[in-house]
């Protein structure tokens, strides 16, 4: 029996991939014993409709006229070494290269200033767009490859993420230039087929398309509906857009020039709600860079199968013929086949989403992937 430890998990408070994988592993860590606290400006949604015994720590930096705005990550860093040197923490967990493990790491060097309480241990997970958006910028890539390569491990969420890692900032084949690959997870009792049983969100039978996203350039909203509308010529079937963020102005005018507004049903932010995706006939992802796709994993669970886009990860959580339908990446007229496919096949679209439910099932539980965190933990630790 493994002793509890004290962990500090770093993360953005968002409804994207990192903020909801952070918050769900700081849930269920705090669950299995250990003392775990959560670092953030804002409260992640995921955290906030939860019970569990996570120690939520808001922290918004003071501001200040020379501040251009106010400088979250400093104030995180101090929060860390502020609770280190009151109860002392083994772990520091930071989603995201850039702020969070610069703040891990700050902290970190701090705490081994200090007399008397050993330095925690920095862990960095790497999600995506710190790798290969704003990592690979050239005003933050010395920085980037400096955290990764200073963390005391670093993880990324696909087998494709580690190696866009390694090729932009690991150059090397010795010790400290690692990268440990484990996936994202879901908790496959709330992202259940049986939420159909308790409740319907839709009124009707009308074939459903769900897709959640940030509405970023990197999503392709846009397409995503003119490939729905390639889909559906000539039958009725609807199309649930849920999130928000810069690219819903550009959507909604695209959605009135093809005339289907009445096909096209914006829903705005909500927690990727199981009540959503369970229902649908299919999930639709249709990103240009993904390095896992979290919410399409979440809709396999839910027994939906996923139509998507062949990028980055995305092969390694949908197996194509089985639990979804994979296509080029700029093949818009193959998309929109695999989408009206599913659509329009009750019997396809259900044996592809039990398929779907058992590969989740098999490979992506949260408690199995949970614990290889924690056996990372201790191994960092050496203990």
Known sequence: MHAPLSIGVICHPTYGGSGVVASELALTLAELGHEVHLFSHEVPPRLARASGLVQMHRVQGAPYPLFHSTPHDLAIASAILTVHRATGLDILHAHYALPHAVSGFLARAAAQSDQGRPAPRLVTTLHGTDITLVGNDPSYAPLTQFVIQSSDA???VSKWLAQRTKESFLPCAAPGCEVDVIPNFVDTERFSPKVQCSGRAFRDDLPTAVHVSNFRPVKRVPWLIEAFALAVQGRAARLLLVGDGPDM???????SKLGIDGRVTFLGERDALPELLAPAQVFALSSDQESFGLSALEAMSC????????????SEVVTHGLSGLLSALEDK???ANNLRALLFDDERSQSMGEAARADALARFQREPVVERYAQLYRRVLGR
């Open 154 to 156: 670093a993880t990324a």
């Open 249 to 255: 102005s550009a959507c909604r005018a695209l959605v």
């Open 303 to 314: 027994g939906t199968p996923v139509v998507a886009t062949d990028a980055g990860g995305v």
């Open 333 to 335: 007229q193959a998309f």
